[in-house]
């Protein structure tokens, strides 16, 4: 396992009548819409690890709005963003 642990994903989908969980079955994964950084994959084609993508929190609602315009309506878009405060990404 690699990683860190106590990064829980974003889902959005588009059918919110029941509780979510991701199934652990390898078919799930292959219809997710990530949004990240890299998703890393085995040569079997298992997720080792995601790793998140930083981005500024006074984007998030747009952001959201936009996925779920794009994605497939029986995908689900799996979220693996490190809200930051606006201007905490600048290299001064």
Not at 1 to 17: C, M, Q, R, Y
Not at 58 to 83: C, D, G
Request: proline share 8%; glycine share 4%; net charge negative.
């Amino acid at each position: 396992h690699l990683g860190d642990v106590s990064f829980e994903p974003g889902i959005l989908k588009n059918d919110t009548a029941a509780i979510y969980s991701i199934p652990d079955d390898a078919r799930y994964w292959q219809m997710c819409f990530f949004v990240c950084k890299e998703v890393y994959r085995s040569h079997r084609y298992e997720i080792p690890y995601i790793e998140p993508t930083p981005l500024p929190e006074n984007i998030r609602n747009f952001l959201e709005y936009i996925i779920l315009r794009v994605k497939p309506v029986h995908s689900t878009a799996v979220m693996f963003i490190q809200w930051t405060e606006e201007g905490a990404n600048d290299q001064s």
